[in-house]
Nanobody
Framework: VQLQASGGGLVQAGGSLRLSCAPS????????MGWFRQAPGKEREFVGA????????RYGESVKGQFTIVRDDAKNTIYLELNNLKPEDTAVYYC?????????????????WGQGTQVTVSS
């Protein structure tokens, strides 16, 4: 399985972006898909994930109420809607997947990682 993420860019504080991630290959290995992010000098952080099988979605504490994950079942694609962006949201955002329907916030639970897309928020 390969994960293709896109949609990053430069945005002013208060603005919005939408990232997308679509798997290719054996999509049966992507029962849960989600996002992590890594800011310069910081550890990789769980943003959120959604389960195709169970339908649940879970978010990291730092982005609850600010970011939204949207599933497109027909396209087998997920989107991350980033709203009211702040400079501290600047990071590389990684799309991830795992072959299990339980959502985990631990990066070690995800064996599929996309190439990362840069989000930069200017003040």
């Amino acid at each position: 399985v390969q994960l293709q993420a896109s949609g990053g860019g430069l945005v002013q504080a208060g603005g919005s972006l939408r990232l997308s991630c679509a798997p290719s290959g054996r999509t049966s290995r992507t029962l849960t898909m989600g996002w992590f992010r890594q800011a310069p000098g910081k550890e990789r952080e769980f943003v959120g994930a959604t389960s195709w099988a169970g339908g649940a979605t879970r978010y990291g504490e730092s982005v609850k109420g600010q970011f939204t994950i949207v599933r497109d079942d027909a396209k087998n694609t997920i989107y991350l809607e980033l709203n009211n962006l702040k400079p501290e949201d600047t990071a590389v955002y990684y799309c991830v997947a795992r072959a299990a329907s339980v959502i985990r916030g631990d990066r070690r639970a995800y064996d599929k990682w996309g190439q990362g897309t840069q989000v930069t928020v200017s003040s």
